[in-house]
């Protein structure tokens, strides 16, 4: 009986076992074959605009060829620049080692493909931030550690990486880790990371401010007017701790030409900003756009056609270069996500998550004179 019973259980597992061999050799055929890639030659971006550029946001994208892909792609449009966010958050552990590995990848693709990266650092990581507190708060006490890290990043892409953004959009609450935003504060951070950076490279262009366009009033919980922000931050003594103004600039419901006011938010008031820096003797520093551009949701009351989204980025370009000289380059939001966001926030993108380009892709493709190559 025994040895019956065994032999049953012998062709019992043996049939097992083929069935799970089989399964396995199924899986092998179904599951796609591992992507290798390699950055291939260096690349050249081709416009007759120079001033193009996009906030790609690969940040969260893991797969390499994605991020490969989408820089091709800004390539193809013809933009020069890119904006990209390294959070400080993401890459580093408490006993000072840094993991390298997804800006090195994101860099070294941007690098090959001939594109200009303005890295903007920021985002606190735990250890460094009162407990309880968000990414986005940062005090005093981590300023030394945040310089510590800006650092590193200027020194170990010397020669890939020329500019990088000191925090993001400071005169909002809720980037300050949604405390009372002053920008004494602020100036206090830029001095510590400016003089760190310059030490670990001094090519490195240094840009204060992606100050978010808001006409918050003084006591305001939820933040402060970017123009009197500006004003405090010059009053401080920012001056000497930048290289550049980085400023975000949408145009809402306007079109690019409307007439700029203390009172309005619109693209036009960069035009604010500069007359700040010139009224504080800064007038010659460059500012960077990194963040502008147009939404075309069909429902969100502060966005516009699609016919009109083309027009007026179309035209805001073309403004900027005829009528900005201090001006260096627009950062258009967004490229492209790794996800759809499902919010009016896709209605930002010049490509959808698949990679399919949008209208407006095509348009700017032939603004910078590729559709002609």
Request: glycine share 8%.
């Amino acid at each position: 009986m025994r040895s019956v019973l065994h032999a049953r259980l012998h062709s019992l597992n043996l049939r097992m076992g083929l069935r799970l061999l089989l399964f396995v050799g199924l899986l092998s055929q179904i599951a796609p074959a591992p992507i290798f890639v390699t950055p291939g030659p260096a690349q050249t971006v081709y416009t007759e605009h120079p001033i193009v550029g996009v906030h790609t946001r690969l940040t969260d994208e893991v797969e390499e060829w994605k991020i490969q892909r989408t820089l091709q792609m800004v390539r193809q449009m013809g933009a020069q620049w890119i904006v990209e966010f390294f959070p400080w958050a993401y890459y580093a552990a408490e006993d000072g080692g840094f993991a390298w590995g997804h800006p090195d990848m994101v860099i070294t693709h941007a690098h090959t493909q001939g594109l200009t990266v303005i890295a903007r650092l920021g985002l606190t990581p735990e250890w460094a931030r009162p407990e309880d507190t968000p990414l986005t708060y940062l005090d005093a006490s981590a300023y030394d550690d945040f310089a510590t890290y800006a650092a590193a990043f200027a020194a170990r892409y010397r020669g890939q990486v020329q500019y990088i953004i000191i925090g993001n959009e400071p005169n909002l609450s809720y980037e300050w880790g949604y405390r009372t935003t002053t920008p004494q504060d602020y100036v206090d951070l830029l001095a510590v990371v400016y003089t760190a950076v310059k030490a670990a490279n001094p090519d490195m262009v240094v840009l204060a401010g992606a100050l978010a366009p808001t006409l918050e009033p003084e006591g305001s919980p939820w933040g402060l007017n970017d123009l009197t922000y500006l004003s405090g931050m010059y009053e401080a003594g920012a001056a000497a701790y930048f290289d550049g103004l980085s400023v975000h600039s949408y145009g809402l419901t306007f079109p690019p030409d409307a007439e700029p006011g203390a009172d309005v938010l619109n693209f036009r008031r960069v035009e604010l900003v500069h007359d700040v820096m010139t009224q504080y003797g800064d007038g010659d520093t460059p500012i960077y756009i990194t963040e502008t551009g147009w939404n075309d949701h069909p429902r969100w009351t502060r966005a516009v056609r699609s016919g009109q989204r083309i027009q007026y980025t179309r035209d805001a370009l073309q403004y900027a270069e005829e009528n900005w000289p201090y001006v260096k380059m627009m950062g258009i939001w967004a490229f492209r996500f790794p996800a759809p966001t499902k919010s009016y926030m896709d209605y930002y993108t010049l490509v959808t998550p698949e990679f399919v380009p949008k209208p407006i892709y095509q348009e700017l493709q032939d603004y910078t004179g590729n559709l002609r190559q």
